[in-house]
């Protein structure tokens, strides 16, 4: 299960940190993404890390602005978010993959096989 927390109202230009917690199963045998759904609109792709963390994807519309640090140790995923604008609004979904070998991460939502159910973020102008 993947409990996903950490989201809110904050003003453009701000910071937001979002955490994914994954119980009953050791992390460090998934890869993980976080995906957004703005309103209207499809799911998006935003950040990916492999199991061991060296290796990370960004979508070009978060690319030095977000990043995905991961602590396997916890369990956790966060999505640290800076610079934030209200195009950033959306609802941030995790989600986790199990991976028996090598060191990839995946960008598409049908890789994944687990999903956490979703933290509201709100960006103000």
């Known amino acids: 299960q993947l409990q996903a927390s950490g989201g809110g109202l904050v003003q453009a230009g701000g910071s937001l940190r979002l955490s994914c917690a994954a119980s009953g199963r050791t992390s460090s045998s998934y890869a993980m993404g976080w995906f957004r759904q703005a309103p209207g609109k499809e799911r998006d792709f935003v950040l990916a890390?492999?199991?061991?963390?060296?290796?990370?994807g960004a979508a070009d519309s978060v690319k030095g602005r977000f990043t995905i640090p991961r602590d396997n140790g916890k369990n956790t995923v966060y999505l640290q978010m800076n610079s934030l604008r209200p195009e950033d609004t959306g609802v941030y979904y995790c989600a986790a993959r199990w991976v028996a070998h090598g060191n990839v991460y995946y960008t598409s939502e049908a890789s994944y096989n687990y999903w956490g159910q979703g933290t509201q973020v709100t960006v103000s102008s």
């Open positions: 890390i492999s199991r061991s963390g060296q290796k990370t």
